[in-house]
């Protein structure tokens, strides 16, 4: 059984910064693209930022320049390190990864989520 559980978020004055952390845990062989997504209340889930298992990212243009995706793969964690954030940053966050288990088979898991308030 493999678990994604997120970490990190709250209440932040805009301008401020918040660290966001995901990590999978349970029978993994591999995890492929780590991404964040967001859904404000009323809206659709938007992708936020994505890494793949290089280091490649890429991100949504509402946070380009102001959130930086990482990843530590010893220790199947994704970040999401957030600066000057914004009123309209307000959501609940998820983290979404592909994960290849020890079957040899890939699925893609979801994170509960954390609300980030500002």
């Known amino acids: 059984q493999v678990q994604l559980v997120e970490s990190g978020g709250g209440f932040v004055q805009a301008g401020g910064s918040l660290r966001l952390s995901c990590a999978a845990s349970?029978?993994?062989?591999?995890?492929?693209?780590m991404d964040w997504y967001r859904q404000a209340q009323g809206k659709e889930r938007e992708l936020v930022a994505v890494i793949t298992r290089g280091g490649r990212t890429n991100y949504a243009d509402s946070v380009k320049g102001r959130f930086t995706i990482s990843r530590d793969n010893a220790k199947n964690t994704v970040y999401l390190q957030m600066n000057s954030l914004k009123p309209e940053d307000t959501a609940v966050y998820y983290c979404?990864?592909?994960?290849?288990?020890?079957?040899?088979?890939?699925?893609?898991?979801w994170g509960q989520g954390t609300q980030v308030n500002l």
């Open positions: 349970g029978s993994i062989f591999r995890i492929n693209v």
């Open positions: 979404n990864a592909e994960i290849v288990d020890d079957s040899g088979r890939g699925y893609d898991y």
